[in-house]
Every structure is written in structure tokens, then in C-alpha cells.
């Protein structure tokens, strides 16, 4: 007799800190859930295993968040996962993929200690929505000994990974049928094995939407609207009785449809949420419909499950036939990253930041500091989730849940700060004594002695670069330099080695006036560079050891000129969202062909300089300053420096931004001269080269129009003349051309010497601010590596360093 075809059925809630309510309202509703879900397994316990309820924990957040609620139903809890009815995975949240590796492995320790304190298994990961992540999260997971990761990658201003041109989601035929051919492609679930940088590997199961099965309607299949309150789920009184027709129809139309597509298993995994929508609560109507299907059919079998019962079924399966893709995996959804320019840069120093904190909090074994380190992470886990306005941002900017929401993420980068700069008080008044003479404490990450720019503030001193220096324990000195107008922020180049270094503050006799000149030349022994007057970016950059000219001067934009982008098209952000990748990719049906007008989608505008340039020398660095003004760009200050004792050139661009009416994004365009395609891009755990579908490259098709970057880019020519290219504070990095639309994805290509920083963009229709205003700065350091013992070493040299403190 044929074996039934077999559907494995789970049931989650997708995770949103926002988006669908403010963050406190879901942390209450979570708990209300999870009451419920133990009110359903203790119903059901004793039901038929195939349609027993159970529950995956989407996110070990949810976990958490329960029992730390709810202490007194721990032990119920661990009694229904011992039993098979819960499955906790691993999880934490759902992160954009500028999370590194560090704090992505930190957002396991307390499922990991939960699951063992317990003894509990933990056995898969599951992201769901997110289109990418850090490539060392291969290895983490492996590391930890979690075998199996799922994902639910969400195509919505997306590509399908692995997939075939122009593919969607099945889904979407239903949803969206008005702008899609019939015959459009659909994704088609696989597994491979996912390999790290450093050589860990999982088994991957890429599934399709995590809600697909509510539209198939195995679960309530109501799609809600924008704006709810918590008791949103009342107005969906869809009974098993109503859904059950759906399901009879639709499941084996999809099981038909995946087969004529190749779909190799006699198995299949299908999500469900209790209700069609993000931050469902559980339900029991897919339990009474599994039930009446399995006594109705017998080529189809249906059961309720949890995903580590999905993967123990796969694994019956041949998989020695599987591919290995030891790839990075960027994720589309990046681009959202843009969209909160002053807190990414934020993010980004807490990250650079938080080696020292946990150095100096173990160091001091400080309760009180531990603590504050403590608060930190869980606020930078949560900055670093996914979700950063509410999903009626575009359609009802005016609403109050925006402003609710957006402002509460905000408060999240915020305190991650600071939390962390009181773990570091905390921790450095464990470790030292108060001092008569104020004395900078710098701790170091290396076991050598380096020459590194500390990035300090004067705190509660008044400091005068002209009148003080800094000393170390042996007498010799070390000048500063302020480093911004605006605030008390200096920097000095100093000699920082292994764990805690102090500098004291002495005073010197005055020096000499600084005298400004209008001159266009920076020079170094290391770098020439000269200032076009026109762009306010570089018409030369010269490598003083080979005599490597790196600007292209030939490109239609400068060296480092900022670009604005917006989208002037009659169908607005929608014409570089989903409605542009079906126009790009061939696969809009004749009503949105017809209704996708035939005109310009972007306008770009540049800056008029207005002053400058004013060539201003300093101890440090020198300093080419220019002013340029736009209507729908504002005021810019454009910074040139050129590092005196180290290989250094740096862009800083101090940005006074107007709200943008019109959908924009912006660029800051750097043409590179060279004749190869050498490009690596730093992702979470490694470097790889963007285009590439081999080993050391990107899977194929995941996002190209833009990516990622952790530190920096890596810039090589034929005759190995190398380059770093550090984008300190906007991580959004776009090759080749100022293209968003760049949906070719099936297909490997090549670098063409382009990068452009992308540290503003507001293309998406929901989630994200639709615009914003007020002092961004952005700085882009680029470095000559040859003289440093590796990349790491070049990186350390360039990458600021930011003091601990005074004291």
C-alpha cells in the first residue's frame, strides 16, 4: 500500500518587539498567550498524538518573558516540553543582521542555561520573516551543538533565496493575484547544509511563509487590518467548520503544485500562527480540522507538530545528497537600517564598545556593574531586533502607534548606552583609585602595544588641546586634538596595550595660533590626496608606496560626494518595492503592466558648495573643510583629514538633514579605479565577495542591490595593492551602481571598482520612519594595510577606540 503524503503542522507566534502593538502591550500579550497555551496542552493531553495541541517557541524571548513573569508556572512549562508538547528553540529574537557574532552568541546563554539547568533538549533554531543574518551563525550554532535551523524567509521587498527567477510566495497567487502572472514561479521548500566561515555547519530546512498554512486554512485565516487593539482576536469568528472547505481544496492543490516544481519528499512541513497575523495568540481550530481531515483522507495525512519532530522526519529521509553552501546569507531587509541613521550609528559604537565593558565587569567582579553590563545587552538585543516602527507607518503616518513605537525602539539604543557606560564607571571605580590629577583610562584589546586613536570627551574637565597633553606612566607625551566643533570630543594617538592603560592630563605651555589656509592638498607619507572643489569629494588619492591612484576620475559622481535619491514616480515607494521587483523580473501581470507607468522612478540632486575648502592643521590630523547646501538635502559640512602617523585618510560629513517629503535615500558615492573585481565585504564572522555563488561568496539569491558591512571592505588590484574601506557609523554599503532596484539575483557578477555608503533610505512601505530630520554624522576612515602585520592589525589601527573614562 502507498505511504500518505505526511504534513507536519506547527503552530508559533511571530515575534515582533512593535509592529503590530506598542513593545509593552506585547510583552503583556505574550503572557497571556502562554497562559493559554498551557491551558491547551493540559486539554489535550490525553487527545490522539496527530492532533494534539502543540506549540514552538518561535523565540527564546518568549520563553523568557514568561517565567519571568510568571516564576510560579515554570515547572508546568518544562513539564509539556519534557513531554513533547512545547518545543523552546533557540533563538532569542529576530535581529537585523548588523547583530555580530559576539552579541548573537551572548542572545543564546540563557535559553542554553534554561534548557540544561532543566535538562531539556534544544535542538533548533528558527527565524522567521527576516531575509538574512551574520554568517557565523553557522558556527555559533554548531558551536553550541543546535543541529538543526529552520527559516520562514519573508519575500515581501525580497528575493527567494536558492530559488528560481522571479519566484514568490505560494501565498501571494491568492493575495496578490491582480499584479502577478499566473504561471509566476513559487518558492520551493529545501534543505542544505549551511556551513560557517570557520567551518561549522547545520542542517537548513528554507521553508515557505510561516503563515502559509492559515491561507491554506488549516488555522484561522482572517487577515487583519492595520491599526487593533489587544483583544483584536473577537473579530475573527471563523469556526474549523468554515475552514475546513479551504483546507480540502487548497492542500492538495499545493501539494500538487510543489511536485510539478520538483519537490523531491513525501513529507512536508508546513506554519501556522493561531490567527493570520504577527503576535498571534495559540488556537485550537487546526487541531479540530486535523482531526476531521485524517479521518476523511487517506492519501494525505496531516499532524500536529513541533519542529525538532519535523527535523527527526527529515532526517529518514536521503540526505547525503545535499548540497553544502558555505556562503554569507545578506539579508534584504537591511536596507531598514537607513531608515534610523543617528541610532544605528549609536549601535555600532555600543558594539565596538562592549569587549572593554565585559573585560572590566569581569575584571572587577562588581555586582552592581554586572548588572548595568547586563541591562546593556538585553537593551541591545533589543535594538537589534527587526522591528522598528509599526506596520501602519506608510499607510497612516499620523497615527499615534507610530510614534509610540519608533520612540520606544529608540529607547532601547539609548539605554544600551548607557547601561553600558555605567557597567564601565561601575566597573573602573571597583578597579582604581581616585587620582588629584585627572588620568584617562584606556583599556586595550591586544597583548602588543599599539598605536591607537582614543576617542575621548572632556567629561567633567575643561580641556585645551593647546594647553595640555597627555602622559603615560613613563613621561612621555602625547598631544589631542578636538574632533568635532560641536561637542567636547577629542582624540590623541596613543600607546595602548593588553587590559587597563592610563594617561594622565598635565598642562603645557601654550602653542602657536592655528593658522587656516585655502588650499586643496592633504599629504602624508602615506597618502596624497587632493580636494575637487566642485564635488566636495576627491579628484585624486594616491598611495604614496606604490603611487596607486585610487579615485576614478572619470565616474559621473566624485570621491565621497553625497548623493540624494528620490522616488518620483506616480506609484511612489511602491515602484522599488514588490510592484517594481514584478516589473523587473517579468513577472507583473497585464493589469500592473498597464498600470506601472512608463516614467523616471528616481532623481537624484547633489550638493552646491557654498564655502571653503579651509585647510586647518593639527597634531593629529589635518583638516580640508568645505560647506555645501541642497534644497531637499540641507546643510552639509564636509571634513577631509589626513592622519599624520598613521596610513589614514577619513571622510566626515556632519549633516544638517531636512524631512523628506518625497521617498528618498542617500548615497555617498566612492568610484574606485581598478581593473578587477576583488571586493570582500566583512559580514558577522568573515568576509566574503558579494556576487559570487561559490565557497567564500553570497547564496544565491539573497540580496545584491546592498549589504552589510561589520567593520570594513577589502579593496585588492592585480598587483596586490590593497585598501580598507570603513564605513565607522552607516553599515549599508551598495556596489556597482546607486541602483536599489537591482533584482537580477539568480545570476553570479562581477565588481566593477563602485561602492556607495547607502546611510539614509526609506523605501519600505511599513515598519520603518517615512523620513527623518535633525544632525547625522557619517565618517569613512580608509587605511593602507601593507604596513601592518595582517588585516586584523589594520583594522585595530583604524577602527576608534573609545576611552573608558576619567577619573
Known amino acids: 500500500m502507498k505511504q500518505p503524503f505526511t504534513i507536519y503542522v506547527i503552530q508559533s507566534a511571530h515575534t515582533d518587539i ?9 510583552e503583556r500579550m505574550y503572557l497571556d498567550y502562554y497562559d493559554r497555551v498551557l491551558e491547551l496542552c493540559h486539554q489535550t493531553t490525553e487527545i490522539s498524538e496527530s492532533h494534539r495541541f502543540k506549540w514552538t517557541c518561535e523565540t527564546s524571548w518568549q520563553v523568557r518573558n514568561y517565567v519571568e513573569a510568571r516564576p510560579e508556572r515554570e515547572a508546568e512549562l518544562v513539564h509539556f516540553v519534557r513531554t513533547g508538547q512545547i518545543e523552546i528553540t533557540a533563538s532569542y529574537l529576530h535581529f537585523t543582521d548588523l547583530i555580530d557574532p559576539d552579541a548573537y552568541r551572548r542572545s543564546l546563554e540563557w535559553v542554553i542555561g534554561f534548557c540544561q539547568k532543566h535538562d531539556l533538549p534544544l535542538k533548533c533554531a528558527l527565524h522567521c520573516d527576516i531575509n538574512g543574518w551574520p554568517w557565523a551563525v553557522a558556527d555559533i550554532l554548531a558551536d553550541c551543538d543546535i543541529p538543526y535551523f529552520c527559516s520562514h524567509v519573508h519575500m515581501d521587498m525580497g528575493t527567494d533565496p536558492l530559488g528560481r527567477r522571479g519566484s514568490v510566495h505560494y501565498g501571494w497567487l491568492f493575495e496578490l493575484s491582480d499584479q502577478l ?36 486554512g488549516l488555522s484561522g485565516n482572517l487577515l487583519f487590518g492595520l491599526e487593533k487593539t489587544r483583544h483584536f482576536i473577537e473579530t475573527d469568528r471563523l469556526t474549523a467548520a468554515d475552514l475546513y472547505p479551504i483546507a480540502q481544496r487548497e492542500i492538495p492543490r499545493y501539494i500538487k503544485r510543489l511536485q510539478a516544481d520538483g519537490y523531491p519528499y513525501p513529507l512536508l512541513l508546513l506554519s501556522t500562527g493561531g490567527f493570520y497575523v504577527d503576535n498571534s495568540p495559540p488556537d485550537t481550530r487546526w487541531c479540530e480540522i486535523i482531526a476531521r481531515w485524517n479521518t476523511e483522507h487517506d492519501d494525505i495525512h496531516i499532524r500536529t507538530a513541533t519542529l525538532s519532530e519535523w527535523f527527526a522526519a527529515l532526517e ?11 556562503v554569507a546569507w545578506p539579508d534584504h531587509w537591511a536596507h531598514g537600517l537607513g531608515a534610523a541613521t543617528k541610532r544605528i550609528a549609536q549601535a555600532r559604537r555600543t558594539q565596538r564598545r562592549r ?11 562588581s555586582a552592581v556593574a554586572a548588572d548595568y553590563l547586563a541591562r546593556s545587552l538585553e537593551n541591545e538585543r533589543l535594538s537589534m531586533e527587526h522591528t522598528f516602527n509599526a506596520w501602519c507607518a506608510q499607510a497612516r503616518p499620523s497615527a499615534p502607534m507610530n510614534d509610540f513605537i519608533q520612540s520606544a525602539k529608540e529607547l532601547y539604543f539609548h539605554r544600551a548606552e548607557l547601561y553600558q557606560q555605567e557597567a564601565i564607571s561601575s566597573a573602573l571605580r571597583s578597579i582604581t583609585e581616585a587620582s588629584t590629577t585627572p588620568t584617562l583610562y584606556v583599556y586595550g584589546d591586544t597583548t602588543d602595544v599599539e598605536m591607537r586613536l582614543v576617542h575621548f570627551e572632556s567629561g567633567d574637565f575643561a580641556l585645551d588641546p593647546t594647553t595640555h597633553v597627555l602622559t ?26 593588553g587590559g587597563l592603560c592610563h594617561f594622565r592630563l598635565v598642562p603645557q605651555p601654550a602653542s602657536s595660533e592655528v593658522s587656516n589656509a585655502a588650499h586643496t592638498l592633504l599629504e602624508t607619507n602615506a597618502w596624497y590626496a587632493e580636494i575637487d572643489v566642485t564635488t566636495g569629494g576627491l579628484s585624486s588619492l594616491r598611495d604614496r608606496l606604490s603611487n596607486y591612484e585610487w579615485v576614478n576620475s572619470s565616474h559621473s559622481y566624485g570621491f565621497g560626494q553625497l548623493v540624494h535619491e528620490a522616488i518620483m514616480h506616480p506609484l511612489r515607494y511602491s515602484a522599488v518595492g514588490n510592484k517594481g521587483r514584478f516589473m523587473a523580473l517579468d513577472t507583473a501581470s497585464n493589469a500592473l503592466r498597464e498600470a506601472f507607468a512608463d516614467k523616471p522612478i528616481f532623481e537624484h540632486s547633489v550638493l552646491q558648495i557654498v564655502d571653503g575648502p579651509l585647510a586647518t592643521p593639527g597634531p593629529i590630523f589635518d583638516t580640508i573643510t568645505l560647506v555645501g547646501e541642497a534644497e531637499r538635502i540641507g546643510r552639509v559640512q564636509i571634513h577631509w583629514r589626513a592622519y599624520h602617523a598613521l596610513p589614514l585618510v577619513e571622510l566626515v560629513l556632519d549633516w544638517d538633514k531636512q524631512w523628506g517629503e518625497l ?24 568576509c566574503f565577495q558579494p556576487g559570487k555563488h561559490t565557497t567564500g561568496g553570497q547564496l544565491m539569491g539573497t540580496c545584491r542591490s546592498y549589504y ?3 567593520r570594513a571592505a577589502s579593496l585588492a588590484v592585480a598587483d596586490q595593492t590593497r585598501l580598507l574601506w570603513l564605513p565607522l557609523d552607516a553599515p549599508l554599503v551598495m556596489p556597482n551602481a546607486m541602483n536599489y532596484s537591482q533584482w537580477e539575483v539568480t545570476e553570479p557578477w562581477d565588481w566593477n571598482g563602485f561602492l556607495a555608503s547607502m546611510p539614509v533610505n526609506h523605501y519600505w512601505g511599513t515598519n520603518f520612519a517615512i523620513s527623518q530630520r535633525g544632525h547625522l554624522r557619517l565618517r569613512y576612515r580608509l587605511c593602507n594595510p601593507s604596513g601592518s602585520a595582517n588585516d586584523e592589525a589594520a583594522l585595530r589601527m ?10
Open 663 to 686: 521617498s528618498e535615500a542617500v548615497y555617498v558615492a566612492f568610484p574606485f579605479a581598478t581593473e578587477t573585481d576583488r571586493l570582500w565585504l566583512e559580514s558577522g564572522g568573515g
Open 708 to 710: 552589510t558591512v561589520q
Open 18 to 26: 512593535g509592529f503590530t502593538h506598542p513593545q509593552e502591550q506585547i
Open 355 to 365: 569587549p572593554q565593558a565585559q573585560a572590566m565587569v569581569e575584571q572587577s567582579a
Open 316 to 326: 529518514t529521509q536521503n540526505l547525503a545528497a545535499l548540497p553544502t553552501q558555505q
Open 472 to 497: 603615560d606612566a613613563a613621561g612621555n607625551t602625547y598631544p589631542f586634538q578636538r574632533e568635532r566643533t560641536d561637542l567636547p570630543h577629542l582624540l590623541a594617538l596613543l600607546p595602548v596595550g
Open 798 to 807: 583604524s577602527v576608534p577606540l573609545d576611552a573608558l573614562g576619567w577619573r
Open 181 to 216: 502572472r499566473p504561471d509566476v514561479p513559487v518558492r520551493v521548500p529545501q534543505a542544505f547544509w549551511w556551513q560557517g566561515p570557520q567551518g561549522g555547519r547545520v542542517l537548513h530546512w528554507l521553508n515557505e511563509h510561516y503563515h502559509l498554512g492559515n491561507i491554506l
